[in-house]
């Protein structure tokens, strides 16, 4: 179970949109553990550079369909 509190995404002036993501990584028991629900570093680092993949793909779309 994730308890995600908080997402805030924005874009500094002249950077990447980015996200901001607090949560707390709760286990079904309710117990905290980051490990349990992210992996470990390499798994949570693959994710991150699925989910960049993913958005830079997104951008590519709309960009294409705004003709920029």
């Not at 995404?9 to 309710?30: Q, Y």
Request: charged fraction near 30%; aromatic fraction near 2%; hydrophobic fraction near 40%.
């Amino acid at each position: 179970m994730h308890l995600v509190r908080r997402i805030r995404s924005h874009k500094e002036i002249k950077r990447t949109p980015h996200l901001h993501v607090v949560a707390a990584p709760l286990t079904k028991d309710e117990r905290l553990s980051a490990k349990a629900i992210f992996g470990n570093r390499t798994d949570l680092s693959d994710r991150q550079t699925c989910y960049v993949d993913v958005m830079r793909e997104k951008l590519v779309c709309k960009e294409m369909l705004l003709g920029l």
